[in-house]
């Protein structure tokens, strides 16, 4: 049974950084596509970040590139979100989420195409 737990949410001010941890229990991180997605106030869940299987790959949301890195520590078993300069807008409730092997690079931000998710942390930026 794969399980992944989300920490690190919390205030941070505009501009600051955060980040966000994913903990993955009965799989590794090396053998999976790992996802963050996110939910903020009256919106659709949206794609943020992902690192693929194997030599790990990212992909980025347009509105994040540049700020936001997912890197992976697979001694540790985890996958981060290193979040710098954040905006009142990126408050949200963030998701972990993979998948079991490879998903095409044109489908990474596909919500469908991951198999497990966290149950979401809350970040909140204030202005």
């Known amino acids: 049974q794969v399980q992944l737990t989300e920490s690190g949410g919390g205030l941070v001010q505009a501009g600051g950084p955060l980040r966000l941890t994913c903990a993955v229990s009965g799989s590794h991180v090396t053998t999976m596509t790992m996802a963050w997605f996110r939910q903020g106030p009256g919106k659709e869940r949206e794609f943020v970040a992902s690192?693929?299987?194997?030599?790990?790959?990212?992909y980025y949301a347009d509105s994040v590139k540049g700020r936001f890195t997912t890197p992976r520590d697979s001694a540790k078993n985890v996958v981060y979100l290193q979040m710098n300069g954040l905006f009142p807008n990126d408050t949200a409730v963030y998701y972990c989420?993979?998948?079991?092997?490879?998903?095409?690079?044109?489908?990474?931000?596909?919500?469908?195409?991951?198999?497990?998710w966290g149950q979401g942390t809350q970040v909140t930026v204030s202005g």
């Open positions: 690192v693929t299987y194997g030599t790990p790959t990212a």
């Open positions: 989420a993979a998948n079991p092997g490879g998903i095409l690079g044109q489908n990474m931000g596909l919500e469908s195409m991951y198999r497990y």
